[in-house]
């Protein structure tokens, strides 16, 4: 049997489960060997490849847990594919994502993951797990419901927007029923679509054709129903549920006042609920379009919440914090909605500056096992991957992120690799960045470009 390939990287601050710890990790083929603090002798180094880590944070893998790549929204394609999404989300440490397959309405589980597969096998830098999106619950999805955990997904999502997409309250509690003797978990698009179809209408009907009418037709009200309905929906049924991108004051009530009661709900939300406000939308840009950058659902929110979740973030009341990357260009995608808003595809890019951006701006209020449980941990203990994934211990993964966070850059559409024109952080300082990348034990990206492998695999789970 041949000799497994060992890497060791040296003298690192490796953020353990157990703490940080000054010292060693130990590589060996796809698996972490061991974690050696105060380090190995130089005698035991002999054959091993050395990777120095002074005064570098040394973490699990990042986890982005809600992405969308190569995706058809409903309105156009999506501009990364899995495998320009993969490598930018390793340029910027994030060795694991977890994707949105996404049942068409007439279309089996198993289509919708045979057409996942399709896309991402044999093309992914990172490695990629994916929930199973259903828009179309009949008899048939459900009992394709076990042999999608049979496949390795334990956690589905249902939206309760998006005319294409959502099922209705009884379809809810009905999958929520289905999941529950596994302990699947749910993630829901909480935000009520009829009433933002209807706000839509007079929106525009009051003249509001521009970006900045997105916001005004997804008010806070809008999520808090869907999340307070979405509450009732998991104490009724004892099912697991998650909040997808939470964005509001108003949610984080009905989150609060849920788990109160016992009810089993876990809670993401991004960096662009914690980094940006409604007055985005504002941006005029050279073409007094730069507002559609940010359309996304829901909507960037008021300086009020932004305030709020970033204490929530600060509290512990957020489990993870994930990117929702659905990018689409400004030209040629977005700008097909000038005139009428409700026609921009809504999502933004930002899988490959989470670890930077979420760094930065909580310096001096978050440290590095905040940021362990926020980006990698959080993701997979919700998501059925812990501790193979999102924890630096022996027989874990060999997803490895190795951070120096002394690096002074700023973030641009000219320097990233995500495949979009541009980034809704254009001339952000960024504090620290990804030295080393490792993904299943092989280098991905270094100082925060890639190496040009492809070691990403799907995670059954
Ligand atoms: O605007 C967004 N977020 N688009 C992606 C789909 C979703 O709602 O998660
Ligand atoms: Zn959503
Ligand atoms: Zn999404």
């Known amino acids: 049997m041949s000799e497994q390939r060992r890497t060791v990287v040296r003298g690192g601050n490796l953020v353990t489960p157990g703490g940080v710890v000054r010292g060693d990790l130990v590589l060996a083929g796809e698996k972490i060997e061991s974690v050696v603090p105060g380090g190995l002798g130089e005698g035991e180094l002999g054959g091993c490849e050395t990777y120095d880590a002074t005064g570098c944070w040394v973490f699990p893998g990042f986890i982005d847990a809600h992405t969308h790549m190569q995706c058809w929204t409903g309105m156009d394609w999506t501009a990364d594919s899995f495998e320009t999404g993969t490598r930018a989300a390793a340029c910027g440490g994030t060795t694991t994502i977890v994707d949105y397959a996404t049942q068409d309405r007439g279309m089996t589980l198993h289509q919708a993951l045979d057409e996942w597969h399709k896309r991402a096998d044999g093309t992914c830098t990172s490695n990629y797990a994916f929930h199973m999106a259903i828009s179309d ?74 970006p900045e009418g997105h916001p005004l037709s997804r008010p806070a009200e809008c999520e808090a129903e869907a999340i307070g309905r979405l509450m009732y929906l998991a104490q009724l049924t004892g099912a697991r549920v998650n909040v997808v991108h939470l964005s509001t004051a108003l949610g984080l009530e009905q989150i609060r006042a849920a788990k109160a009661r016992g009810v089993r709900v876990s809670v993401e939300t991004c960096p662009q609920y914690l980094l940006m406000d409604d007055t985005r939308y504002l941006e005029q840009g050279e073409d007094g379009f730069a507002g559609a950058k940010y359309v996304m659902s829901p909507p960037l929110r008021r300086p009020h919440d932004v305030e709020v979740l970033r204490q929530a973030v600060c509290d512990g009341e ?17 700008d097909r909605g000038r005139g009428d808003f409700t026609k921009i ?42 501790p193979r994934k999102g924890a630096l211990a022996a027989g874990s993964d060999a997803d490895v992120c190795v951070w120096d966070p002394s690096v002074r850059w700023t973030i641009g559409a000219s320097n990233q690799h995500q495949a979009v024109d541009y980034t809704p952080y254009e001339g952000f300082q960024a504090h620290g960045r990804a030295k080393y990348v490792f993904v299943n034990g092989t280098l991905a990206a270094r100082d925060g470009e890639p190496t040009g492998e492809k070691p990403g695999r799907y995670v059954a789970r």
């Open 345 to 386: 595809p809504n999502g933004g890019p930002g899988v490959e500056h989470r670890p930077a951006l979420m760094m930065t701006s909580f310096e001096g209020r978050l440290g590095p096992m905040d940021y362990l449980r926020l980006l990698s941990e959080g993701q997979a203990r919700v998501f059925g991957m812990y």
């Open 137 to 210: 619950w009949n008899d048939h999805t459900r009992e394709e419901i076990a042999d999608m955990r049979d496949a390795g997904i334990v956690s589905f999502k249902s939206y309760f927007a998006y005319d294409h997409l959502r099922l209705d309250d009884a379809q809810t509690m009905e999958l929520l029923e289905a999941i529950r003797p596994f302990d699947g978990i749910l993630c829901v698009h909480c935000e009520n679509g009829t009433l933002v179809d209807a706000l839509q209408r007079r929106v525009l009907a009051r003249g509001i054709t521009g």
């Open 318 to 334: 957020v489990d993870q914090v994930s990117t929702d990357h659905c990018s689409f260009n400004l030209h040629g995608q977005k």
